[in-house]
């Protein structure tokens, strides 16, 4: 069974830091461009980061630039987002999604999500 898995998520201070962590199984994780996503409560799915499976690119949107570092792992099979500086509007399910290239319409492969509560 071909699957994403998200882990590292929990409840943090703000300007603390989390690091999330998206493992495949079932299939090549080094085939496919990683992105992640957040959905805060009452808003819509956002695509944050994304790392390309070809040159190793990186993108991120402008809320998270300087703050999270994507990264990925291929021997491990495991994508990386490195969450630092937390601010309580990055409150939000953090998925994980596998698709052909950064930006693809089409995404094959999704996590089940992980919380991510940033509260003092």
């Known amino acids: 069974q071909s699957q994403l898995v998200e882990s590292g998520g929990g409840l943090v201070q703000p300007g603390g830091s989390l690091r999330l962590s998206c493992a495949a199984s079932?299939?090549?994780?080094?085939?496919?461009?990683i992105g992640w996503f957040r959905q805060a409560p009452g808003k819509e799915r956002e695509g944050i980061s994304c790392i390309s499976s070809t040159d190793g690119m990186t993108y991120y949107i402008e809320p998270v630039k300087g703050r999270f570092i994507i990264s990925r792992d291929n021997a491990k099979s495991t994508v990386y987002l490195q969450m630092s500086s937390l601010k309580p509007e990055d409150t939000a399910v953090y998925y994980c999604?596998?698709?052909?290239?950064?930006?693809?319409?089409?995404?094959?492969?999704w996590g089940q999500g992980t919380q991510v509560t940033v509260s003092s």
């Open positions: 079932g299939f090549r994780l080094d085939s496919y461009s």
């Open positions: 999604a596998a698709a052909e290239e950064c930006g693809s319409d089409y995404i094959p492969y």
